[in-house]
């Protein structure tokens, strides 16, 4: 009997020492699965144009790669370098094309010199508003042509953004006809400033951090940025008198968000899916913030710091409209990138501004009738 009951202390024993090295196991294997899953976690620079945390553009790259880490459950975490940082605003093209950064965050117009065809997926003079431009890309066949032209740089675009109709601009003087515009340096990118140079103007291409020095030195005499409430952030009423509407120039400017296509491609499915459906939120978020913000940022530049708000006169947007198309299509028959963009771009704007004819633009009239 004694000797059974040794043996039962003793296989008792065992047992919980077999216990014992279990939960261990299982703490270890615990650890080692978040050890495991912190190896995993994919690192990418993200590169922007725009100056660190400015309202609704640099927040707004912020935004996306914090709602790409919490979708992924902190698989994808993206550092986020405003312009200057880790390389200079205008460069971010080429730093995503080579993969110094994953990822970059800007507007197709500021690479113009290098893919001319570029300017018309941020925005064109009398051209597409926000809500068209979503659609050409998604339904009307922009994003497959966008995607052709960067390919050879080794990039993925997609509309990440879009502030809506801007304002026509910030002058010193005021503006009442096209022999206003002779000699007048204003920093306009992309076509609104091949537009300028039609009509005797000297358009000047600077990112936003350096725009309001540029105004405020006389480096330029005019400028337009993009909105209300951007501009009472950068305090462009502290450099010019006369807020003129409506931008006519970029009726609405879509944000872009660039991938290196070898890092986007190396990413799992889901990924993938992940950061493109992040991508589409963000892209809806950015109209939904300016809409919202913008009255009451007009409101305090008028009734807090005296701007004067003005409109362009009917018959110089018409004059301005006319150099635009003749323009546009000037830029579109210099290669035939251009070419082809410009005709599915001109074959969707007359296809919804019909459509608008009988809609948008239909309700809008009835709702300010009297």
């Not at 047992?15 to 939960?23: D, E």
């Not at 927040?59 to 790669?65: K, N």
């Not at 409506?246 to 899916?273: I, M, R």
Request: hydrophobic share 45%; glycine share 8%.
């Amino acid at each position: 009997m004694r000797k059974l009951m040794v043996m039962g202390k003793l296989a008792f024993a065992g047992l919980f020492a077999l216990l014992l090295v279990a939960c261990g196991g299982a703490e270890k294997t615990e650890d080692t699965a978040q050890a495991e899953q912190k190896a995993k976690t994919i690192h990418w620079k993200m590169v922007t144009t725009w100056p660190k945390n400015y309202p609704g553009l640099g927040t707004g790259a912020q935004a996306l790669a914090d709602n790409i880490k919490l979708m992924s459950n902190g698989r994808l975490d993206i550092k986020v370098y405003a312009a200057g940082e880790l390389v200079p605003a205008l460069e971010v093209f080429d730093a995503v094309s080579r993969g110094t950064a994953q990822m970059g965050h800007g507007a197709s117009y500021y690479w113009k010199g290098k893919v001319p065809a570029a300017q018309f997926f941020t925005t064109v003079p009398f051209g597409l508003t926000a809500q068209e431009f979503n659609s050409w890309v998604a339904y009307g066949g922009g994003q497959e042509l966008w995607d052709e032209l960067y390919a050879p740089f080794n990039l993925i675009p997609m509309a990440a953004g879009n502030p809506g109709v801007q304002m026509g601009g910030w002058f010193n003087k005021e503006i009442n006809s096209l022999a206003d515009f002779q000699g007048l340096k204003m920093r306009m990118p992309g076509l609104g400033g091949e537009v300028l140079k039609k009509v005797g103007a000297m358009p000047v291409n600077l990112p936003g951090g350096e725009v309001f020095t540029a105004l405020q030195t006389g480096t330029i005499d005019a400028t337009e940025w993009v909105g209300p409430y951007n501009d009472l952030a950068f305090g462009l009423y502290k450099a010019a008198k006369y807020y003129y509407y409506p931008g006519w120039h970029e009726p609405g400017s879509a944000v872009e968000a660039l991938f290196n296509k070898e890092a986007f491609e190396a990413l799992p499915a889901d990924l993938q899916a992940i950061v493109r459906t992040a991508v589409k939120q963000a892209n809806l978020d950015m109209i939904n913030e300016f809409t919202a913000r913008n009255n009451a940022a007009l409101q305090t530049l008028i009734n807090e710091h005296h701007v004067v708000l003005k409109a362009y006169p009917a018959d110089l947007l018409l004059a301005l409209k006319k150099a635009s198309y003749e323009t546009i299509a000037e830029v579109a028959s210099q290669d035939p990138q251009s070419q082809k963009v410009y005709e599915s771009f001109k074959t969707f704007l007359n296809s919804v501004s019909a459509w608008h004819d009988v809609s948008e633009r239909a309700f809008i009239n009835a709702r300010a009738a009297e």
